[in-house]
């Protein structure tokens, strides 16, 4: 074990735009793990790999079924092999942050956590499976990756920092909206994955639906919707006061992509919600939590390696 280390301290630590480039990679393919994952549901082919960790009960790989079409199969486990190059990623980061000398905590630390939240992940895709999809395993699934792309762009940033206190950029107040800005932006989530677990894409015809109005759930998440807008309005008061171009131009993709996420929101609900925007609806949501976590970071910088 001592030789094993040995030879692996010796290995050469990674520039820091390959780290960088990791990182990135660890973000996007986060985010589209999340949107394969809405296009398994959409089609109906949650259940279509009937058990978990195998395919069916014998076999990992799909095989002829009585029930689910051979489409249905390999789009359920397509999902779950991009999971394995979702971790090999993260497997990739991790090396990239603990090869870097001399180490730096909280770089290693994010890194460490991208493997290990791939692997909870997957479990959680196991238990959603094995408990025929039920909705609220559904949102816990969503969840866990909306907090993945988060830490992955926060590693994005730990890249080139220290392991020194943040220095927050701006007056105390502006620190208070984005804490506020990011609660909001969960809640609005969690309405979201409601509105999934009312409305009509289950995964799998047979599965039951969350015993709500699907219009409720859309005007609730509507509603945090509007409260999100009018935090990101006071940021922007606040961002004056700082004369950041940088943070300017973070809170400019961010509120863009809002406002075309929330458009893209009542243009799929008014359509009854097609299959298509629903995986773009998803993919809008990692985009506008990727954009969160960026400004919060770039708001929030540490000493430069």
């Known amino acids: 074990m001592t030789a094993l280390k040995a030879r692996i301290d010796a290995i050469a630590p990674l520039s820091r735009r390959a780290q960088r480039t990791l990182a990135w990679a660890v973000v996007v393919t986060q985010a589209l793990i999340a949107v394969t994952g809405s296009v398994v549901r959409v089609t109906g082919s949650g259940l279509a790999c009937t058990t978990w960790p195998e395919c069916h009960p014998g076999s990992m790989v799909p095989t002829e079924h009585p029930e689910y079409a051979d489409l249905n199969q390999w789009i359920e486990f397509g999902n779950r092999l991009f999971t394995g190059v979702v971790g090999l990623i993260a497997l990739a980061a991790f090396a990239a942050a603990y090869l870097e000398r001399p180490r730096r905590s909280r770089y290693l630390k994010l890194a460490m956590a991208m493997p290990l ?94 015993a709500v109005p699907v219009e409720t759930m859309a005007h609730v998440h509507a509603a945090f919707l509007y409260a999100f807008l009018a935090v990101l309005a006071g940021v922007a008061l ?68």
């Not at 408990?131 to 590693?155: E, G, K, N, P």
């Open 117 to 210: 939240g791939v692997a909870v992940q997957a479990v959680l895709g196991g238990i959603t499976v094995r408990l025929d999809l039920l909705w609220w395993t559904v949102a816990v699934h969503f969840l866990a990756s909306a907090v993945m792309v988060w830490l992955a762009v926060m590693l994005v940033y730990a890249v080139d920092e220290q392991d020194g206190p943040a220095r927050p950029i701006g007056p105390p107040v502006l620190g208070r909206a984005l804490q506020a800005s990011t609660v909001l932006l969960l809640a609005l989530l969690v309405a979201g994955t409601m509105v999934t677990g009312a409305g009509p894409h289950a995964g799998d015809a047979q599965t039951p639906r969350l």
């Open 238 to 305: 606040l961002l004056r006061q700082t004369g950041s171009a940088r943070l300017w131009k973070h809170y400019a993709v961010l509120i863009v992509l809002v406002l075309a996420q929330g458009a893209l929101g009542f243009t799929q609900f008014a359509l009854g919600v097609p299959e298509l925007l629903v995986a773009l609806h998803v993919m809008g949501a990692m985009a506008v939590i990727a954009a969160t976590a960026a400004l919060w970071s770039a708001a929030h910088p540490r000493e430069r390696v």
